[in-house]
């Protein structure tokens, strides 16, 4: 299957400075990349959805002025968590589709984000 | 009522046994349906993924859709203590999946 990578894998941060995630397809062109959150024991929530070269549309009840989402290539999208605060500690996945396999969906390793 | 439901467990089985995973979906509008497996800490990865009511079987795996009953499931034969993860069900609508809670699986030894 398609590889999707995530960096970095762990972060820990202080309260009040943003954080860049990066995601990226290794060895297919995603057209469309998708941000989720996972709590402990509990299953993904999508946060937002970007398509490469537009604005990404963000799930109700996700601050898009928090969570900032580039999706600048086809290779390469980012989630920027500015201003972060301790609630915001998550284990944060990103999921691509290339054009081909429409339904079918590549996950990232993830990466927890621990804000003190 | 949520679009998805999975039972959360915990399940315990001995290695060898069949195991059965269900989900049940409220939206006849879903036309796709995803197996994935996620070990602790790690992202998900797509185990199986069907469309169509019926069977489809991967070496161990099977998936089973019933489109009428709103009801998919997977099986899993001759279960190892590899097979201990979440295993989420998926359903794919207009644009995004749909995932249920993730059923946490361990296989004993």
């Known amino acids: 299957g398609a590889v999707v990578s995530q960096h970095p894998s762990r972060v820990i941060c202080k309260s009040g400075t943003s954080v860049k995630i990066e995601c990226r397809s290794l060895d297919f062109q995603a057209t469309t990349m998708f941000w989720y959150r996972q709590f402990p024991k509990q299953s993904l929530m999508l946060m937002a959805t970007?398509?490469?070269?537009?604005?990404?549309?963000?799930e109700q009840g996700v601050e898009k002025d928090k969570f900032l989402i580039n999706h600048a290539s086809l290779t390469l999208s980012t989630l920027t968590v500015t201003s972060a605060h301790p609630e915001d500690s998550s284990f944060y996945i990103c999921s691509a589709r290339g054009s081909e396999g429409y339904n079918e969906q590549f996950f990232g390793p993830g990466t927890r984000l621990t804000v003190l | 009522q949520k679009e998805v439901e999975q039972d959360p467990g915990p399940l315990s089985v001995p290695e060898g046994a069949i195991v059965s995973l269900n989900c049940t979906y409220s939206n006849s509008a879903f036309q796709y349906f995803m197996w994935y497996r996620q070990y602790s800490r790690k992202g998900p990865e797509l185990l199986m993924y069907t469309y169509s009511s019926g069977n489809k079987e991967d070496g161990r795996f099977t998936a089973q859709v019933d489109k009428s009953s709103k009801y998919i499931s997977l099986f899993i034969r001759d279960s190892q203590p590899s097979d201990s993860a979440t295993y989420l069900c998926?359903?794919?609508?207009?644009?995004?999946?749909?995932f249920g809670q993730g059923t946490r699986l361990t296989i004993n030894p």
């Open positions: 998926a359903i794919k609508g207009a644009q995004k999946l749909v």
């Open positions: 970007s398509n490469e070269g537009s604005k990404a549309t963000y």
